[in-house]
């Protein structure tokens, strides 16, 4: 099957491979549009079970990342790479240095930034062959503690606001005393778990590694569960944040939650899901508008900001989320539809 005749397939403008052999790298770079700018987006290493997951992968996360930005409103468009492996066991700085080179071979129309499985580190040696790489430097944070180049923690505040949002505009209440089944335990689910026990909510967690596990459930009274019972659980509020298809014809008819909101990158495994979760009552915060408080940090990373304004532009995202409930409350519309709509309109129109 050509790559023109995937299912998952959008317009992108470009999509290469590279393979390194001498540092064992195997990567793809897809670029969906760049109509508001050069293509900005995560390097996901993961081990894929073949090629053809990673390049379903790839293609899906770089279509999303141009929604991201366009309705962030950032004069960017949407990117993304991935390499196939086990960041535990097969990343080398080596590698990443060649994944600098493959970087450099798109001129600019792409940018690399972190992502599962990649760090500042990761990206410093891709630095070494190529520009074009963004969250290696920072000078503003949200909280206005020292910038690090990770974007981790705006990502877990957008998505705290976010979730904060789709509750108050689904079930008329803050998160004290409501539950939250958070689904993966990362640099941005832990992270997210912790500001949704400050605000006194309780905690149902998974992954699928044991670290963090034992911190939520030790410091933030969490309950841990295996992680194909977590769709399950009782729970107000259902927070994907791992991998991306969780959402699907087998896991939504489990969803006890009137809310789901998370960190995860497309969440849904195919569009109807958001009209299915409609139908359901439950509250869907689209996922390329809650999660986008990474690409915002790195936004303003690379321009004349401040911590304030970087504040304030995440603090956008619950306002963001409001104004398409309504919409889609107003239009019969899945809030998913209307999320497409806004973005479709601004990077079609390059406004």
């Not at 086990?86 to 450099?104: I, L, N, S």
């Amino acid at each position: 099957m050509s790559v023109f005749e995937h299912a998952e397939f959008d317009n992108h403008e470009q999509i290469s491979f590279y393979n390194d052999e001498e540092t064992g790298l195997k990567a793809i770079i897809a670029v969906h549009n760049t109509n508001l700018g050069p293509s900005l987006g995560g390097c996901r290493m993961w081990p894929y079970a073949d090629s053809a997951e990673a390049l379903n992968d790839v293609l899906r996360l770089s279509r999303g990342m141009t929604y991201k930005s366009a309705i962030s409103e950032l004069k960017l468009g949407g990117g993304k790479s991935v390499i196939i492996g086990d960041p535990r066991k097969h990343k080398t700085d080596d590698m990443m240095r060649a994944m600098g080179r493959f970087v450099e071979s798109f001129a600019g129309r792409y940018i690399i930034a972190e992502d599962s499985g990649i760090s500042v580190h990761d990206l410093k040696c891709a630095a070494q062959n190529t520009a074009h790489v963004s969250g290696i430097e920072a000078k503003y944070s949200w909280d206005g503690s020292e910038a690090d180049g990770n974007p981790a923690p705006s990502t877990s505040y957008g998505v705290f606001v976010g979730l904060k949002s789709a509750v108050r505009y689904a079930l008329n209440t803050d998160l004290k005393g409501l539950t939250v089944a958070i689904q993966g335990l990362g640099h941005v689910g832990l992270r997210l778990a912790r500001h949704l026990h400050r605000e006194g909510a309780n905690l149902i967690v998974t992954d699928i590694y044991p670290d963090n596990l034992h911190i939520a459930e030790k410091e933030l009274g969490a309950q841990v569960v295996k992680p194909d019972e977590i769709f399950s659980v009782q729970a107000d509020v259902f927070a994907p944040c791992a991998l991306g298809a969780v959402l699907n014809n087998d896991t939504l008819p489990q969803l006890k939650a009137k809310v789901v909101a998370g960190a995860a990158n497309n969440q849904l495994a195919h569009r109807e899901i958001g009209l299915q979760l409609a139908e359901k009552g439950i509250l869907y915060a689209p996922d390329y508008v809650i999660n986008a408080g990474g690409v915002i940090d790195i936004y303003h990373q690379r321009m004349l900001s401040s911590s304030e304004a970087l504040k304030a532009h995440l603090e956008r995202i619950g306002d963001n989320l409001t104004e398409i409930f309504t919409r889609a409350e107003q239009q019969q519309l899945s809030t998913s539809q209307v999320a497409d709509q806004i973005a479709e309109e601004r990077f079609s129109n390059n406004v």
